[in-house]
């Protein structure tokens, strides 16, 4: 039970990690703080007063630049080099115990859950930044939040039905991942063409023709 309660922590914290780093590691270190959880002592540091507060601090800055339409992407972009490498390193320090071969694994195993999670959540701002309004990017970042402390909360309490929730979530990953980068290029090569002037024709019309062919004779001359 104690392999499977690590495994579910370390795989729990990477995909948290993918989503929402700094409420992940601050849950974390609140939960041992307060006598809720036991961390593996690789994992103890994350308790300590000084990562507590500048992740609780982080989050809160996060919280604010997740709901701003444009800025939660440009804070997606940037986070690329954060959140997947915290994730593997979180994931590898929960399964230290078990020896090395476990360690590397879970790194391994939690660099690409982490960037699985990061590349769906990043991917879906993208496409709900072309809607007019704010309301959605606030909807989506608190059930981000919600998602995230559930998940870790259940991981924690009952792992077994964690881990069956994360296999739904990589087939789901498999699945919807292509469709979202397909949406996503077609939304940057229309964004690319608004950019030279190229609008597109409205859905049912035929585009103009193109102004390269050669015009058509007089109706006496054909």
């Not at 879970?106 to 959540?121: P, Q």
């Not at 792992?159 to 077609?186: D, H």
Request: aromatic residues 10%.
């Amino acid at each position: 039970m104690e392999v499977i309660n690590s495994v579910a922590l370390s795989l729990g914290a990477a995909w948290a990690s993918g989503i929402n780093l700094y409420a992940a590691v601050f849950m974390l270190g609140f939960m041992h703080s307060g006598g809720y959880l036991a961390l593996p002592p690789d994992l103890l540091i994350l308790a300590d007063p000084l990562v507590l507060a500048a992740a609780g601090f982080m989050y809160c800055v996060e919280f604010f630049a997740d709901k701003t339409p444009g800025v939660d992407s440009l804070w997606d972009g940037i986070h690329t080099f954060i959140r997947i490498p915290a994730g593997a390193l979180l994931a590898a320090g929960a399964v230290g115990e078990m020896g090395p071969a476990a360690e590397i694994a879970g790194l391994l195993i939690g660099g690409g859950l982490a960037a699985g999670a990061h590349t769906l959540k990043a991917g879906g701002r993208v496409l709900i930044n072309t809607s007019p309004e704010p309301f959605t990017n606030w909807g989506a970042s608190i059930g981000e939040d919600v998602l995230v402390i559930g998940g870790l909360w259940t991981a924690l309490h009952y792992p077994w039905l964690f881990l069956a929730m994360l296999v739904l979530f990589i087939v789901l990953l498999v699945w919807l991942l292509p469709k979202l980068l397909r949406a996503i290029g077609t939304l940057f090569t229309r964004l690319r063409g608004w950019i030279r002037g190229e609008h597109p024709p409205p859905p049912g019309q035929a585009p103009p023709p193109s102004t390269n062919e050669p015009p058509l004779p007089p109706p006496g001359q054909q």
